[in-house]
């Protein structure tokens, strides 16, 4: 999930989200692998498992292979990084022996959430630094 409906509209939603998130941790999201590219990356399966691949990278797309790891239903499971950061979502399986390629977060978001995203990044990344230093 990207992000509260909006509280002022949907507040009963809203508040449902609230509760949702409440125990969760935050995915930090990073770049991919830059173009042409190959690299370790793990999707999450349905049944809440990390399964590892390879990423390959296509302009704004992610190849993932092995790609039975990809099926139905596992639309908006995050694909990460070896780091654990989100790098890119499931947004469609594949088609007998043809592999369908993945959007990659920061290529595809707007890029409004994108700013967001990566200032709130910026931000984790202070609390961390200072904690540390105590």
């Known amino acids: 999930m990207l992000a509260q409906p909006d509280n002022q509209e949907l507040g009963e939603r809203a508040d449902a989200y609230n509760r949702?998130?409440?125990?969760?941790a935050v995915l930090p999201v990073a770049a991919a692998p830059a173009q042409g590219c190959t690299g370790a990356g793990y999707a999450l399966?349905?049944?809440?498992?990390?399964?590892?691949?390879?990423?390959?990278?296509?302009?704004?797309?992610?190849?993932?292979?092995?790609?039975?790891?990809?099926?139905?239903g596992?639309?908006?499971?995050?694909?990460?990084s070896a780091a654990g950061a989100a790098i890119g979502v499931i947004s469609t399986g594949s088609e007998?022996?043809?592999?369908?390629?993945?959007p990659v977060l920061l290529d595809c978001l707007p890029a409004w959430l994108a700013r967001v995203?990566?200032?709130?990044?910026?931000?984790?990344?202070?609390?961390?630094a200072r904690q540390r230093q105590r």
């Open 96 to 102: 007998g022996s043809i592999a369908v390629l993945q």
């Open 20 to 24: 949702l998130i409440k125990d969760m």
């Open 117 to 128: 995203h990566e200032r709130e990044n910026r931000q984790r990344r202070r609390i961390a």
């Open 74 to 80: 596992m639309s908006g499971s995050p694909i990460v």
């Open 45 to 72: 399966t349905l049944d809440g498992e990390w399964k590892q691949g390879r990423l390959d990278r296509f302009g704004h797309t992610l190849g993932f292979a092995p790609e039975r790891y990809i099926v139905p």
